[in-house]
């Protein structure tokens, strides 16, 4: 089975963070809400308090297929300065068969550790200076071999269903997708 975590920092973005646990959840997969902060309770960038499956220090990287990265300006800038989890962001990334995703203003760090050169990616339109080398493309979603990115907020459910997509196939994203009357 699939394990997917998802990191949060204080102010991290509400519906970003939230449409995507619902979704993968909603497709029967697993996802941990991780805290970088060790705190057992995270405040989003709207003061919505969200309790966490895990902290960080709980987190056994070695059983997790994905790593995903809300944004919120706040919250992104608190993943990036946590430097356990860019370590493990380094090796999900070296590997080439464990996946990152990242939405809104968090593609912003894969940019800067140099993982877009050449592919296909986007992000917050006020980020998107910071996809060092990447093809931006404006889109809701893009998917570039195991990097899934996503435009902002709005762009929520097709960032989550992508990610839905990656582990159990376009069938599943597309029946998850008509289930909440979201068209594709």
């Known amino acids: ?5 998802i990191f949060f920092a204080e102010g ?3 519906i970003e963070a939230l449409t995507v646990v619902d979704l993968v959840r909603r497709a029967g997969l697993t996802i941990d809400m991780i805290s970088v902060s060790g705190a057992g309770e995270v405040t989003g960038s709207h003061g919505i308090t969200v309790k966490m499956d895990r902290t960080l220090s709980e987190t056994d990287f070695s059983r997790m297929d994905m790593i995903v990265l809300p944004g919120g300006t706040a919250g992104t800038t608190g993943l ?7 370590d493990r962001l380094d090796e999900f990334y070296e590997s080439g068969d ?3 995703a990242a939405v ?7 940019g800067h550790r140099g993982y877009l050169k050449g592919r296909k990616a986007t ?18 979603a893009e998917v570039d071999g195991h990097i899934i990115t996503g435009r902002g907020m709005g762009c929520s459910i097709p960032f989550g269903l992508a990610i839905v997509e990656q582990f159990l196939g376009k069938n599943a994203a597309d029946e998850l997708a008509e289930k909440i009357v979201y068209d594709r």
């Open 123 to 140: 992000s917050y339109p006020t980020f998107e200076s910071h996809l060092k080398g990447a093809v931006v493309t404006r889109a809701a």
């Open 80 to 86: 990036e300065n946590c430097r356990v989890l860019m």
């Open 1 to 5: 089975m699939s394990r997917i975590g």
């Open 12 to 14: 991290y973005e509400e």
């Open 98 to 100: 464990k996946y990152i």
């Open 104 to 110: 809104c203003a968090a593609p912003s760090i894969f």
